[in-house]
């Protein structure tokens, strides 16, 4: 008995550590239910399951649910984007690609609500951006097109390498749509740059989230598959 509540109460520990840590809101509550998790099972060993009934029920379901719902109430994540293939783009009244695969682990494993509209174009896009109608900008933008501005961030995940065609320069995705148009192209490697997301200079709790997803994804060869199946 004694050596099974000297487990939990590392465990119980670790979890408090995990939870003052939590670089984040939801995962602090996670964390928190985890802790809340482990006294119940310390309360019912060490003899008082009513108590221990009480903290499961109110103390970890309960409020768990009710911070998960507030913070999905409270932070809504609006992506503006421009409808690209293999990149980001609307089937089956369903966003899928390469980008949409990547931004909405903000609400699985976050909690936000993601709010995606479409735009024309990047200049529509980045101009909502600049508005505050949106949080995240993203379809296919390279950094060699998009101009530094102070209202926004730029958030580089993938590199790429620009093709000279004629007089002008693709990126790669560019040149795979012009591949299924055009029979034949002669395209020339010309410089290496990379796809961007843009995010709002005010949403810092985006920006850590995503650099942070950014860098797990590319440790554990994730976003490589995720590359692949799009690409």
Same mark, same amino acid.
């Given at each position: 008995?004694?050596?099974?509540?000297?487990?939990?109460?590392?465990?119980?520990?670790?979890?408090?550590?995990?939870?003052?840590?939590?670089?984040?809101?939801?995962?602090?509550?996670?964390?928190?239910?985890?802790?809340?998790?482990?006294?119940?099972?310390?309360?019912?060993?060490?003899?008082?399951?009513?108590?221990?009934?009480?903290?499961?029920?109110?103390?970890?379901?309960?409020?768990?649910?009710?911070?998960?719902?507030?913070?999905?109430?409270?932070?809504?994540?609006?992506?503006?984007?421009?409808?690209?293939?293999?990149?980001?783009?609307?089937?089956?009244?369903?966003?899928?690609?390469?980008?949409?695969?990547?931004?909405?682990?903000?609400?699985?494993?976050? =909690?936000?609500?993601?709010?995606?509209?479409?735009?024309?174009?990047?200049?529509?896009?980045?101009?909502?951006?600049?508005?505050?109608?949106?949080?995240?900008?993203?379809? =296919?933008?390279?950094?060699?097109?998009?101009?530094?501005?102070?209202?926004?961030?730029?958030?580089?995940?993938?590199?790429?390498?620009?093709?000279?065609? =004629?007089?002008?320069?693709?990126?790669?995705?560019?040149?795979?749509?012009?591949?299924?148009?055009?029979?034949?192209?002669?395209?020339?490697?010309?410089?290496?740059?990379?796809?961007?997301?843009?995010?709002?200079?005010?949403?810092?709790?985006?920006?850590?989230?995503?650099?942070?997803?950014?860098?797990?994804?590319?440790?554990?060869?994730?976003?490589?598959?995720?590359?692949?199946?799009?690409?």
């Amino acid at each position: 008995m004694l050596f099974a509540v000297a487990a939990f109460s590392i465990f119980y520990l670790v979890a408090s550590i995990s939870m003052i840590s939590a670089k984040t809101n939801f995962k602090a509550v996670i964390w928190y239910g985890i802790l809340g998790f482990f006294s119940s099972l310390i309360m019912l060993l060490l003899g008082a399951p009513d108590v221990a009934l009480t903290q499961f029920t109110v103390g970890v379901i309960l409020i768990i649910l009710v911070y998960i719902m507030a913070i999905r109430k409270q932070r809504r994540v609006r992506i503006g984007y421009i409808p690209t293939p293999h990149m980001i783009y609307h089937s089956n009244d369903t966003l899928h690609g390469l980008e949409w695969e990547i931004i909405s682990r903000i609400q699985v494993l976050e =909690g936000y609500h993601i709010e995606p509209k479409a735009f024309k174009n990047s200049s529509q896009a980045i101009e909502a951006l600049k508005s505050g109608n949106v949080d995240i900008v993203c379809g =296919g933008l390279i950094d060699d097109n998009v101009q530094d501005q102070d209202f926004f961030e730029k958030i580089p995940y993938l590199d790429t390498i620009l093709f000279k065609i =004629g007089d002008r320069e693709v990126d790669y995705i560019n040149l795979k749509i012009l591949g299924k148009t055009v029979e034949k192209i002669e395209a020339v490697p010309s410089s290496r740059t990379r796809y961007i997301f843009l995010l709002s200079r005010g949403a810092e709790d985006l920006k850590n989230f995503i650099v942070s997803d950014l860098n797990e994804l590319e440790s554990s060869g994730e976003l490589k598959n995720i590359v692949e199946r799009y690409l």
